[in-house]
């Protein structure tokens, strides 16, 4: 068990849908990180938030948005869903600490299926 | 921003033989390499990393080498066994981030 919880683990909608994906990072834990990860595309990164601001930003598309609370825990927005947007939606936290990059801690994943 | 290569995409062994997956970074500021074990339906989990001040980096039967010069590193698995098949993903830190870029993975498969 990473520490990190992703809800829900799975979820099934249509298209034009908006859904929303939820994760709470490991107790003490600043940074959030989001990635999509599709049959042939690996990991690809998202975004990032820092103790509730946005701090790196990748290849997320314009209909896809987060945000960090107060808590820590952060949502990933997901509107007018096509059926590209199907795959595994992985949430990571890490201590940030003095610029160092460190490891990433997973969560088990949302596997989202756009019909 | 940082773009990382990988290769072999897949790659088949027997049992007891040594499996090397490479790969490549742009970014020459990068300093942190990671690399990440990824089972079946499950989460990735790093398995071992090396920062930029050493060559290289060993735990038991794996080992990671960098060349900075060329801009590239490497995960050696010795003594492979049937719980080493996984997809591996190697990762660097975009910028001067932490976010880290992966590689598109490598699926290994250990046969017995």
């Known amino acids: 068990d990473s520490g990190v919880t992703q809800t829900p683990k799975h979820l099934i909608t249509a298209t034009g849908q908006r859904v929303t994906l939820r994760c709470s990072p490991r107790?003490?834990?600043?940074?959030v990180y989001w990635y999509q990860q599709s049959l042939d595309q690996g990991l690809q990164f998202l975004i990032q938030y820092y103790n509730g601001e946005e701090r790196a930003k990748g290849n997320i598309l314009e209909r896809f948005s987060a945000q960090q609370f107060p808590d820590l825990h952060s949502e990933l927005n997901l509107s007018s869903l096509e059926l590209g947007d199907s795959a595994l939606y992985f949430c990571?936290?890490?201590?940030?600490?003095?610029?160092?990059?460190?490891?990433?801690?997973f969560g088990e994943g949302s596997r989202l299926t756009v019909l | 921003g940082e773009n990382v290569e990988q290769h072999p995409s897949t790659l088949s062994v027997q049992e007891g033989d040594s499996a090397v997956i490479k790969c490549t970074y742009s970014?020459?500021?990068?300093?942190?390499f990671p690399w990440y074990k990824q089972e079946l339906g499950k989460r990735p989990q790093l398995i071992i990393d090396?920062?930029?001040?050493?060559g290289e980096k060993k735990d038991q039967r794996i080992a990671v080498t960098l060349n900075k010069t060329a801009k590239h590193f490497s995960l050696h698995i010795t003594e492979t066994q049937p719980e080493d098949s996984a997809v591996y993903f190697c990762?660097?830190?975009?910028?001067?981030?932490?976010?880290?870029?992966f590689g598109k993975g490598t699926t290994l498969s250990v046969s017995s």
């Open positions: 970014d020459s500021a990068s300093n942190y």
């Open positions: 990762a660097a830190p975009r910028g001067a981030g932490t976010a880290l870029i």
């Open positions: 090396i920062r930029s001040n050493v």
């Open positions: 107790s003490g834990d600043l940074s």
């Open positions: 990571a936290s890490s201590v940030l600490s003095g610029g160092n990059t460190g490891e990433l801690f």
